[in-house]
């Protein structure tokens, strides 16, 4: 059971809310049918639909329980973040690899959000963790297999 806070944006917590509502309103009633149909081809020693059936709703119902558990420890995140001058959670964040030639931008998101591809960084990542707290023009320093890379915060948003 998960006991620690969930970090969420306000749209990460909608987008949550609106799966779980899918998925109790919706996708229960489609799986329920699903087995019922199943049950009702008898000889349930050999019956590869309903044992499908039966997996597919494990599957649902985990999904839901997480979820839940997830909605229920939320944090929300402080997306307006008025302080410019430090990295935090909510952040949007300019920075530069040092050696490379153009700069990226992120926003420094709770792990459960994070979608690295659309620009979200989970603070629990090792560059999430090694930006927080950082000022505009200061250097973070990530530990990699490979050696140390160092970025420098160009800008907070």
């Not at 700069?103 to 963790?129: D, R, T, W």
């Not at 320093?141 to 970025?151: E, L, R, T, Y």
């Amino acid at each position: 059971m998960q006991s620690r806070p969930v970090y969420l944006t306000k749209q990460g917590y909608e987008k949550l809310e609106e799966e779980l509502h899918y998925l109790k309103s919706v996708r229960r009633q489609e799986v329920a049918r699903r087995l019922h149909a199943a049950l009702a081809e008898g000889e349930l020693i050999e019956n590869a639909e309903l044992e499908e059936a039966r997996r597919e709703q494990a599957f649902l119902e985990g999904r839901i329980y997480e979820l839940e558990q997830r909605l229920r420890y939320a944090t929300l995140i402080n997306e307006s973040n008025d302080i410019k001058d430090v990295v935090t959670l909510g952040s949007r964040i300019t920075i530069q690899e040092e050696g490379a030639d153009t700069p990226e931008s992120y926003q420094l998101v709770g792990s459960a959000e994070a979608l690295p591809a659309q620009g979200k960084i989970s603070n629990e990542s090792p560059l999430g963790k090694a930006l927080l707290g950082k000022h505009a023009g200061e250097k973070a320093v990530v530990q990699a297999p490979d050696g140390d890379i160092v970025f420098v915060v160009l800008e907070i948003h």
